[in-house]
């Protein structure tokens, strides 16, 4: 090929998403797969949300609301956000690839946490960001080194909470500390995908009035269980939302998505069932590692990180023969760490059963 990207964009390493039930039912012979991978919800959508798609899909040949009135309206009255501004996302990957194309040029810093979600990356990387991998505290992300790597020139620094693939937690107090020692030129992105599973949660937003440089991500792909939808949205300061609306696709949350949302909203039963369903296997899946003889690490959102003591590729690849989809973390630089979605009852016993068998083996 004669024409070429810029340099930035080359470097890009494109990201690999979980693999798909279809796919491995497809490549592997096997049947009544398991998808623990990608962290979605194991009830499936709130029945709520499915209602509202199938009676909105009668509007197919409509163009959605672009400027997202009625679910915009819902989750302000919803989450007391009157004094803030809301933009609605194509799944929240789209909040975070807008910030960067709003604010991020060629050469500015960008401080991510490494191992961290990859979409930071791949999105700052695409706007020819200087980028800052600050390493992983243990499995923590590393408030202070963030802090001390930080100037003022430094445009955006991404933070997950809970933190994605460790499941750690940021308490109030220790957003506040660190909200205290970075400029108020610097975009702090507090990325909330799986806020709803933490016992201690708390919503970033609530700082905003404080510190105006912060914008807090939510999606309904996790905990709502509308992952297929392609639905997330950002809360912040409405100046920041003036400028990422000017970057924003015009359609990007689509009618179905936005019908779904709103309903979705309603649905407390099955937010609480969601979570209550999380809390309770989590606990249980990670005992029964435990005696398997593998640790895992304490985690406030809907999945485990394991630590396999020997290749977990290798692990990984086994347990697909198995009809058992998980993640191996090999990516992320943890050769050793199975990255596990908190699945329903029979979904968890059959990864512990895999894994057994796994173990058996000569
Ligand atoms: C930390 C984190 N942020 C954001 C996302 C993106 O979610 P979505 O685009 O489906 O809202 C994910 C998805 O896995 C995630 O793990």
Redesign the pocket.
Known sequence: MKISPPDYISKIVPYVAGKPIEELEREYGVSNAVKLA??ENPLGPSPLAVEAVCKESLKLHRYPDSQGYELIEKLKSKFCLEDLAVVLGN????I?SMVCKAYVGIDDKVIIPDPG?L?YEISALAQGAELIKIPLKEIEIDLDAMVRASDLDTKLIFI?NPN?PTGTFITEEMLVNFMEKIPETTIVFM?E??MEFAVEGFASWKFIEKYPNIITSR?F?KAYGL?GL?I?YGVMHEDVAAVLNKVRQPFNANLLAQAGAVAALNDDVFLDRTRDLIVDEREKLSRKLEQLGFHSFKSSANFLLVDMGRSADEIYEKLLYQGVIARSMSSYGYPEFLRVSIGLEYENIRFIDSLKKILEEP
């Open positions: 990608s962290n799944g929240s990957d789209d975070i979600f979409l997950t994605n990325d995908a799986y999606t792909s992952a392609r997330g």
